[in-house]
């Protein structure tokens, strides 16, 4: 009788659990998502949403993520706050933006004169940047992934042609991250001003410059209209976006579901640096004729040579000051001079043969 009972009951322990974890696989969730960008913005936006789209395909419905816009959650450049607190799941922005709340989390979007979009998708993935970033956010109850490159984005559009550091001196610019902290040791006033609000901020004269990304993006702005002179860029070599995700929410979520987010955020990321690079040829092909006042430049090397200087100041500050940091950049540093080793013998020579010959 005795080890009858306890059969029984063991059966019925193995049912149990058998049921539950049927019952777990079953259950729907569904997560809300804050975007910095506006509804239908494009590439960034698409980007969402394509997220949206292989989560809800690869786990057959069971999970869905319902997306918010800043028009509807009125608080673009506050979706760390409202993920942290849990008012929302999931986030998408760019980590730079919170460097005012938490100083390190600048580090993980673009660093000036730095790692190109490829350098730095390996880095996040196999040179210990994934677990840096974690580090840095996971005592704000959240999770951080690579949400989608950019590539090179432009150096900015000015009123006035920049000849001299004198012509920096004093200039008010709509530039945020770490190239914003390098810009104002030579003498720019930089601010940081939510995209919606960018082009009204150049019209009236609150900005004298902008910087947001690349043709394709800063056409449909119509920054064009208001400024001639467009520089080529050095401040943000691989402008990576993220994604942003409550842990706890995460923690909620059975084990499959977690892997479907990550590989959902992995190609959505994929996706939009292929996007970008197709987008800004395509704007980039037809801004000659279409707008022929913009000018493009290139920065003088004396203001190079300034910002690259002033960028390894701000940097040894930043690693003397906090040894979370200092990893951070070490990392970095290391890492680009590896992988840059490869790039000069493979891409750069590449595009150097292709010069010759054409």
Do not use: C
Not at 153 to 165: A, K, V, Y
Not at 343 to 355: G, H, P, V
């Amino acid at each position: 009788m005795k080890i009858r009972s306890i059969l029984s009951a063991t059966v019925l322990a193995v049912a149990t659990t058998f049921t539950s974890t049927q019952a777990l696989a079953q259950d729907t969730f569904t997560l809300r998502l804050a975007e910095t960008w506006g509804p239908n913005f494009p590439i960034f936006g698409d980007t969402t949403k394509n997220f949206a789209e292989r989560v809800e395909k690869m786990s057959d419905g069971r999970l869905k993520v319902r997306i918010d816009s800043a028009n509807k959650h009125k608080a673009p450049l506050g979706v760390f706050d409202m993920v942290k607190a849990g008012q929302y799941d999931m986030g998408h922005s760019a980590s730079y933006y919170w460097k005012g709340k938490v100083p390190n989390t600048l580090f993980f979007t673009s660093m000036p004169f730095g790692m190109n979009a490829m350098e730095q998708y390996a880095w996040f993935y196999h040179g210990g940047g994934m677990e840096l970033m974690q580090e840095v956010y996971e005592p704000h109850n959240m999770l951080s992934f690579p949400g989608g490159n950019t590539g090179v984005q432009m150096g900015g559009w000015f009123r006035d042609e920049i000849e001299s550091l004198d012509d920096l001196d004093g200039l008010k610019m709509r530039i945020p991250g770490f190239a914003g902290e390098v810009f104002a040791e030579v003498g720019v006033n930089p601010t940081n001003i939510a995209p919606g609000e960018l082009y009204t901020a150049l019209e009236r004269n609150t900005i004298d410059a902008v910087e947001w990304v690349g043709p394709a993006l800063d056409l449909r702005l119509g920054f064009q209209q208001i400024a001639d002179y467009y520089y080529t860029g050095w401040h943000e070599p691989a402008t990576e976006l993220q994604f942003l995700v409550n842990k706890k929410v995460w923690d909620k979520l059975p084990a499959d579901l977690q892997e479907i987010m990550r590989i959902a955020m992995r190609t959505a990321s994929y996706d939009m640096l292929v996007h970008s690079q197709h987008a800004n040829s395509e704007a980039w092909a037809n801004i000659k004729e279409e707008y022929p006042n913009v000018q493009i430049k290139q920065f003088p090397q004396d203001i190079f040579q300034a910002m690259y200087k002033a960028n390894e100041k701000l940097l040894d500050e930043a690693a003397d000051e906090n040894e979370q940091a200092a990893r951070i950049v070490k990392s970095q540093e290391e890492y680009l001079e590896k992988s840059r080793a490869y790039t000069n013998i493979s891409e750069r020579a590449y595009l150097n043969t292709m010069d010759e010959v054409e």
